[in-house]
């Protein structure tokens, strides 16, 4: 095989739906009476699920046209189930937001997005309809209790999905990443890479259809939630555990109550801690067969301490915001301790050299990792210049550092730019740069990322101030809460004289980085 191409194969027999509201058709005629949502002590069967989406659907449908944007401010839940998928049923695009961000963060998103709706739960309401003045007015839909009550629509026989559906070619969804500016891009979708995303996942981690149980702590508005949580369960017809807030006791909890037999965990510290928790000692697990990781590699510890938990290998896979799955490591084995796994069915990968990014270099030798395939990103919104920068000649530049070994087993190295991943997550350290240097007293501001035992990679901030100006530490904290999302705030915040240069005015980045990881252990 040659590496970086796919040495596995599709499902023969597997379904192709053009788009994931003909998957949920196909769910709710096959399998009505299957439990296909559950939270807590709150359930769906297919057929309410298909009922409640079809509510949804029609209510946008009659306010809005087709290809417009609706964004939607929730956490994880049935409601936001019923809500994404009912835009898709409308033929909107939606604009998944991560309700932990600041109102300045939501109000500049807001503002790229232009949604006509905004989709939240009661408990944001307030918050929502505050911002969204400021948005174009756009129309606000409250999804839950004391809203749009889906359990009305549930329990009503009369409601089916309208006849109308989205285009494979149309665009679905926007995942939100990092931007050079440090106002995040939004990642647009189109409806049939759902399809491949699930016929791909299917060809390299062959789970049952009609028997799953998917349990995912990921929130909604990110790739692996969005796509572990509403479209893979569907097409597998699975069963899906919504889990509203990560809490690892409560998680070991639900795993167990519902013999969830598919664990989609993520990044490496959702296992550590649920490996720390008190409730694992006792926990019956005997039903889960598989657990997926993904993120960033996994420590050899860590697989060797979870698969002496569980009894199973822990799957790894690697994706971004852009698309997914790039790489995964297969059911059918072999796995292969720190790689992210092989590519799956038509999809490219290649490891391309630092300078030029065109230069394709052999087995392995590092470079920056390329990809492409069906399953990714058409380009960022408002983005001309970035979309450019990242997909040349077809390929997808994803700015990680990596090497393919002979079998075509992809390994990740390094990130080529200064990203910082937190549990997952990326942090763009421009962003955080701009919201610290906000502060009247900063004059410069770099941050940067430095080893941390739980989530991998912790947020450091170096501050130069004013002349003149001073602030305390635990006032710059104050200042990063109220300006950045939690797990972009920093850990350690350290003042310096002056920050150091490199050349012409450059802050030295790789300098502060040695200094933050000296002093990682410092409170």
């Given at each position: 095989?040659?590496?970086?191409?796919?040495?596995?194969?599709?499902?023969?027999?597997?379904?192709?739906?053009?788009?994931?509201?003909?998957?949920?058709?196909?769910?709710?005629?096959?399998?009505?009476?299957?439990?296909?949502?559950?939270?807590?002590?709150?359930?769906?069967?297919?057929?309410?699920?298909?009922?409640?989406?079809?509510?949804?659907?029609?209510?946008?449908?009659?306010?809005?046209?087709?290809?417009?944007?609706?964004?939607?401010v929730?956490?994880?839940?049935?409601?936001?189930?019923?809500?994404?998928?009912?835009?898709?049923?409308?033929?909107?695009?939606?604009?998944?937001?991560n309700?932990?961000?600041?109102?300045?963060?939501?109000?500049?998103?807001?503002?790229?997005?232009?949604?006509?709706?905004?989709?939240?739960?009661?408990?944001?309401?307030?918050?929502?309809?505050?911002?969204?003045?400021?948005?174009?007015?756009?129309?606000?839909?409250?999804?839950?209790?004391?809203?749009?009550?889906?359990?009305?629509w549930?329990?009503?026989?009369?409601?089916?999905?309208?006849?109308?559906?989205p285009?494979?070619?149309?665009?679905?969804?926007?995942?939100?990443?990092?931007?050079?500016?440090?106002l995040?891009?939004?990642?647009?979708?189109?409806?049939?890479?759902?399809?491949?995303?699930?016929?791909q996942?299917?060809?390299?981690?062959?789970?049952?259809?009609?028997?799953?149980?998917?349990?995912?702590?990921?929130?909604?508005?990110?790739?692996?939630?969005?796509?572990?949580?509403?479209?893979?369960?569907?097409?597998?017809?699975?069963?899906?555990?919504?889990v509203?807030?990560?809490?690892?006791?409560?998680?070991?909890?639900?795993?167990?109550?519902?013999?969830?037999?598919?664990?989609?965990?993520?990044?490496?510290?959702i296992?550590?801690?649920?490996?720390?928790?008190?409730?694992?000692?006792?926990?019956?697990?005997?039903?889960?067969?598989?657990?997926?990781?993904?993120?960033?590699?996994?420590?050899?510890?860590?697989?060797?301490?979870?698969?002496?938990?569980?009894?199973?290998?822990?799957?790894?896979?690697?994706?971004?915001?852009?698309?997914?799955?790039?790489?995964?490591?297969?059911?059918?084995?072999?796995?292969?301790?720190?790689?992210?796994?092989?590519?799956?069915?038509?999809?490219?990968?290649?490891?391309?050299?630092?300078?030029?990014?065109?230069?394709?270099?052999?087995?392995?030798?590092?470079?920056?990792?390329?990809?492409?395939?069906?399953q990714?990103?058409?380009?960022?919104?408002?983005?001309?210049?970035?979309?450019?920068?990242?997909?040349?000649?077809?390929?997808?530049?994803t700015?990680?550092?990596?090497?393919?070994?002979?079998?075509?087993?992809?390994?990740?190295?390094?990130?080529?730019?200064?990203?910082?991943?937190?549990?997952?997550?990326?942090?763009?350290?421009?962003?955080?740069?701009?919201?610290?240097?906000?502060?009247?007293?900063?004059?410069?501001?770099?941050?940067?990322?430095?080893?941390?035992?739980?989530?991998?990679?912790?947020?450091?901030?170096?501050?130069?101030?004013?002349?003149?100006?001073?602030?305390?530490?635990?006032?710059?904290?104050?200042?990063?809460?109220?300006?950045?999302?939690?797990?972009?705030?920093?850990?350690i915040?350290?003042?310096?004289?002056?920050?150091?240069?490199?050349?012409?005015?450059?802050?030295d980045?790789?300098?502060?980085?040695?200094?933050?990881?000296?002093?990682?252990?410092?409170?």
């Amino acid at each position: 095989m040659t590496p970086g191409h796919s040495s596995v194969d599709y499902v023969e027999g597997d379904p192709h739906y053009p788009t994931i509201v003909e998957a949920l058709d196909a769910a709710a005629d096959l399998q009505p009476d299957r439990t296909a949502l559950i939270c807590e002590d709150r359930h769906l069967t297919f057929a309410e699920y298909r009922r409640a989406v079809a509510g949804m659907a029609h209510r946008l449908a009659e306010r809005h046209a087709p290809g417009e944007r609706i964004a939607l401010v929730m956490g994880n839940g049935i409601e936001t189930a019923v809500a994404l998928m009912g835009a898709y049923a409308a033929r909107l695009q939606t604009a998944p937001l991560n309700p932990a961000y600041t109102d300045r963060e939501l109000d500049r998103l807001l503002a790229d997005v232009a949604p006509v709706a905004v989709a939240c739960s009661p408990a944001l309401a307030g918050r929502v309809r505050a911002l969204a003045a400021g948005a174009g007015g756009p129309d606000i839909l409250t999804v839950g209790e004391g809203g749009f009550d889906i359990r009305q629509w549930a329990a009503d026989d009369r409601l089916s999905l309208p006849g109308q559906r989205p285009r494979p070619e149309d665009r679905a969804t926007m995942f939100f990443t990092g931007g050079t500016t440090g106002l995040p891009k939004g990642a647009e979708h189109i409806h049939s890479s759902f399809d491949w995303f699930c016929r791909q996942i299917h060809a390299v981690w062959r789970f049952d259809f009609d028997r799953e149980t998917i349990l995912n702590v990921a929130p909604m508005f990110h790739i692996w939630g969005h796509h572990f949580s509403i479209v893979f369960p569907l097409y597998v017809r699975a069963t899906m555990v919504i889990v509203p807030q990560y809490r690892p006791d409560f998680v070991i909890g639900e795993l167990e109550r519902n013999r969830v037999s598919v664990f989609a965990g993520g990044p490496a510290a959702i296992f550590l801690g649920l490996l720390g928790a008190e409730a694992m000692a006792d926990a019956d697990l005997g039903a889960l067969r598989h657990s997926l990781a993904g993120g960033s590699p996994c420590p050899a510890d860590l697989l060797a301490r979870w698969k002496a938990r569980t009894g199973h290998d822990m799957l790894e896979g690697l994706g971004m915001s852009e698309g997914a799955p790039i790489a995964n490591n297969p059911t059918g084995g072999p796995t292969k301790p720190l790689s992210v796994g092989v590519a799956p069915p038509d999809t490219g990968i290649e490891i391309v050299d630092l300078e030029t990014g065109t230069r394709v270099l052999p087995a392995g030798e590092r470079g920056e990792i390329r990809v492409r395939g069906p399953q990714f990103t058409i380009g960022y919104r408002n983005r001309p210049e970035e979309t450019a920068e990242a997909i040349r000649d077809g390929w997808l530049y994803t700015g990680d550092v990596g090497y393919l070994d002979e079998d075509g087993y992809l390994f990740l190295v390094d990130r080529k730019k200064e990203l910082i991943l937190v549990g997952g997550y990326n942090v763009y350290p421009r962003e955080v740069d701009e919201a610290m240097t906000n502060h009247p007293a900063v004059a410069e501001a770099a941050a940067v990322g430095m080893p941390d035992d739980f989530l991998g990679e912790a947020v450091c901030v170096f501050v130069a101030f004013r002349p003149g100006a001073s602030a305390s530490v635990e006032a710059l904290h104050r200042h990063a809460e109220a300006n950045l999302a939690k797990y972009k705030r920093p850990k350690i915040i350290r003042i310096l004289e002056a920050l150091p240069k490199k050349g012409p005015g450059k802050i030295d980045k790789l300098g502060l980085k040695a200094m933050a990881a000296e002093g990682a252990d410092r409170p």
